[in-house]
């Protein structure tokens, strides 16, 4: 395989290619194409634009030819999976996994598609997001919408087959419908959404704690619930690893009980955070609902990956997840211990062309401070 990093022209080109798009879509795509329209049509527009051009062969070839930077420092393997880098999508954005194929040719080493729930769901009234620029942020409240399980997962397994160099992951969740009941009822969706993932792509996440949910995070209130859960999930028999996406704004005892428990089960990874629900310090029109991305999630997504590595760092491969706009944070959140790092704000905020700006910048990270993998990086920083 020939690498863009060992090839003088084609890393030129590259990075040319790649500040052509950093000032483009600053300058001329978010002001005209995005940000002149509200968030929630801004989405739809985005994710109709990846329906119609991944079935544009030559346009995904020049995508890939152009701005897909290949480099052997950041090939990586957690979880006994192989990753071309350690850079992926978040769950959140491609629910019903429309993008797998232009985010494959732009060069992610991963997606989380979904969340998707065992049926299909409207999710909340609209609006679902709101623009928090001074913050790099956005509030969401979606509500877990999505086509449903028994639809996305077939979708999540075809692209993963079909895909380049780019691994599938698929979130799993629970239903938000007027049909939630007690835990028993949560329990089941989740069962049934994971038999129709099992095998069936890389990766397997269970998102516990979607914080836009009228049935709440019953699943980590307690570690007696969390246990239930995973009890059940356990009978289930997947070859791919599974991660837990966990939340965001609990203290670090909880959080280490609901870990001691998860580590009791069939449970290779977690995925820390999802969204940040304190607005302390922050100006935010009240009637707004939601949790926020981005931004204000970076620092305690930090915090709790450096604990969370510092005391189970050889039981769960971590995701860091939350902020990540620059190399320099992606790679702060991997010497906390993140063995993979996943992003969706900065795709919105910096641009389709942010994949790159971030392997580039890390693989020049790692270089600098003496490293020959991502995998050595990982964690120096907690003692």
Same mark, same amino acid.
Not at 201 to 206: K, L, R
Not at 272 to 300: C, F, H, M, V
Not at 344 to 360: A, C, E
Not at 364 to 376: I, K, M, N, P, Q
């Given at each position: 395989?020939?690498?863009?990093?060992?090839?003088? /022209?084609? #890393?030129?080109? !590259?990075?040319?290619?790649?500040?052509?798009?950093?000032?483009?879509?600053?300058?001329?795509? &978010?002001?005209?194409?995005?940000? !002149?329209?509200?968030?929630?049509?801004?989405?739809?527009?985005?994710?109709?634009?990846? %329906?119609?051009? &991944?079935?544009?062969?030559?346009?995904?070839?020049?995508?890939?030819?152009?701005?897909?930077?290949?480099?052997?420092?950041?090939?990586?393997?957690?979880?006994?999976?192989?990753?071309?880098?350690?850079?992926?999508?978040?769950?959140?954005?491609? &629910?019903?996994?429309?993008?797998?194929?232009?985010? *494959?040719?732009?060069?992610?080493?991963?997606?989380?598609?979904?969340?998707?729930?065992?049926?299909?769901?409207?999710?909340?009234?609209?609006? /679902?997001?709101?623009?928090?620029?001074?913050?790099?942020?956005?509030?969401?409240?979606?509500?877990?919408?999505?086509?449903?399980?028994?639809?996305?997962?077939?979708?999540?397994?075809?692209?993963?087959? %079909?895909?380049?160099?780019?691994?599938?992951?698929?979130?799993?969740?629970?239903?938000?419908?007027?049909?939630?009941?007690?835990? #028993?009822?949560?329990?089941?969706?989740?069962?049934?959404?994971?038999?129709?993932?099992?095998?069936?792509?890389?990766?397997?996440?269970?998102? =516990?704690?979607?914080? !836009?949910?009228?049935?709440?995070?019953?699943?980590?209130?307690?570690?007696?619930?969390?246990?239930?859960?995973?009890?059940?999930? *356990?009978? =289930?028999?997947?070859?791919?690893?599974?991660?837990?996406?966990?939340?965001? !704004? &609990?203290?670090?005892?909880?959080?280490?009980?609901?870990?001691? =428990?998860?580590?009791?089960?069939?449970?290779?990874?977690?995925?820390?955070?999802?969204?940040?629900?304190?607005?302390?310090?922050?100006?935010?029109? %009240?009637?707004?609902?939601?949790?926020?991305?981005?931004?204000?999630?970076?620092?305690?997504?930090?915090?709790?990956?450096?604990?969370?590595?510092?005391?189970?760092?050889?039981?769960?491969?971590?995701?860091?997840?939350?902020?990540?706009?620059?190399?320099?944070?992606?790679?702060?959140?991997? %010497?906390?211990?993140?063995?993979?790092?996943?992003?969706?704000?900065?795709?919105?905020?910096?641009?389709?062309?942010?994949?790159?700006?971030?392997?580039?910048?890390?693989?020049?990270?790692?270089?600098? #401070?003496?490293?020959?993998?991502?995998?050595?990086?990982?964690?120096? #920083? =907690?003692?």
């Amino acid at each position: 395989m020939s690498y863009v990093s060992e090839s003088f /022209w084609h #890393d030129a080109v !590259n990075k040319a290619t790649c500040d052509l798009f950093t000032f483009g879509y600053k300058h001329v795509v &978010k002001p005209h194409f995005v940000f !002149n329209h509200t968030p929630d049509v801004a989405h739809d527009q985005m994710i109709e634009f990846c %329906r119609v051009t &991944k079935n544009i062969p030559p346009l995904m070839w020049l995508l890939r030819e152009m701005l897909d930077y290949t480099d052997p420092i950041l090939e990586t393997e957690t979880m006994g999976v192989r990753f071309a880098n350690p850079f992926g999508l978040s769950a959140g954005l491609d &629910k019903n996994c429309d993008m797998p194929v232009l985010l *494959d040719h732009a060069g992610f080493g991963f997606e989380t598609v979904g969340s998707t729930t065992s049926r299909p769901c409207a999710g909340n009234p609209k609006p /679902w997001f709101h623009r928090l620029p001074e913050y790099d942020s956005m509030m969401v409240h979606v509500g877990l919408a999505n086509d449903g399980s028994e639809t996305v997962i077939p979708r999540a397994e075809e692209a993963w087959r %079909r895909a380049k160099a780019m691994q599938v992951s698929v979130s799993i969740a629970r239903t938000n419908d007027a049909q939630c009941g007690d835990l #028993d009822e949560g329990i089941e969706d989740y069962r049934i959404s994971m038999e129709r993932a099992a095998g069936r792509t890389a990766m397997i996440e269970v998102n =516990v704690s979607c914080p !836009n949910t009228h049935a709440g995070e019953p699943f980590t209130q307690t570690p007696e619930a969390l246990d239930r859960l995973f009890t059940a999930l *356990d009978t =289930v028999e997947r070859p791919q690893p599974t991660l837990v996406k966990m939340p965001l !704004n &609990k203290p670090w005892p909880e959080f280490r009980e609901l870990l001691q =428990v998860l580590a009791e089960h069939n449970v290779q990874g977690v995925s820390i955070a999802n969204l940040q629900k304190d607005r302390t310090g922050l100006e935010i029109p %009240r009637e707004w609902e939601g949790g926020l991305s981005g931004g204000p999630t970076y620092r305690a997504s930090n915090a709790m990956v450096a604990n969370t590595y510092r005391e189970f760092g050889d039981r769960f491969a971590i995701a860091g997840v939350g902020g990540v706009f620059t190399p320099e944070q992606a790679y702060a959140k991997i %010497r906390s211990g993140a063995s993979l790092v996943m992003f969706i704000s900065s795709l919105m905020y910096r641009g389709p062309q942010q994949i790159t700006v971030l392997k580039r910048g890390l693989a020049r990270l790692l270089r600098r #401070d003496g490293f020959d993998s991502v995998a050595e990086a990982v964690g120096v #920083d =907690v003692d």
